[in-house]
């Protein structure tokens, strides 16, 4: 993966970069905090928990969407390095995949005739 990325590649952040989208447990702390507030308001008033519940919802939609484009951005990047992987060098890639094709080939012709 060494050379330059080709011009289609998307330049998105690598987690052991430290990138900046939050995570998974930041999400959860997020949900948590909101269930806490919910709980603290709910022998209060009725209106404010329904408003803090659905504040909350809004809070974990965004922080998923966050998730879900940090996720595709780094397939995206991912594919791009596969790609240019590939046509660097074909040939190992050529025999891994027909290595894997025959084996494949026999696991499931050796099924079949179990």
């Given at each position: 993966?060494?050379?330059?990325?080709?011009?289609?590649?998307?330049?998105?952040?690598?987690?052991?970069?430290?990138?900046?989208?939050p995570?998974?447990?930041?999400?959860?702390?997020?949900?948590?905090?909101?269930?806490?507030?919910?709980?603290?308001?709910?022998?209060?008033?009725?209106?404010?928990?329904?408003?803090?519940?659905?504040?909350?919802?809004?809070?974990?939609?965004?922080?998923?969407?966050?998730?879900?484009?940090?996720?595709?951005?780094?397939?995206?990047?991912?594919?791009?390095d596969?790609?240019?992987?590939?046509?660097?060098?074909?040939?190992?890639?050529?025999?891994?995949?027909?290595?894997?094709?025959?084996?494949?080939?026999?696991?499931?012709?050796?099924?079949?005739?179990?």
């Amino acid at each position: 993966m060494t050379g330059k990325k080709p011009a289609e590649s998307v330049e998105a952040p690598r987690p052991e970069e430290g990138a900046a989208a939050p995570s998974v447990a930041q999400a959860l702390n997020a949900v948590h905090k909101a269930m806490e507030e919910l709980a603290g308001l709910l022998g209060a008033d009725p209106e404010a928990a329904a408003k803090a519940l659905k504040e909350a919802g809004q809070a974990a939609s965004d922080n998923l969407a966050e998730l879900a484009s940090g996720a595709r951005d780094i397939g995206q990047v991912g594919l791009a390095d596969l790609s240019d992987s590939v046509r660097r060098n074909p040939l190992p890639w050529l025999a891994g995949a027909l290595g894997l094709g025959l084996i494949v080939g026999l696991w499931r012709n050796r099924a079949s005739a179990s």
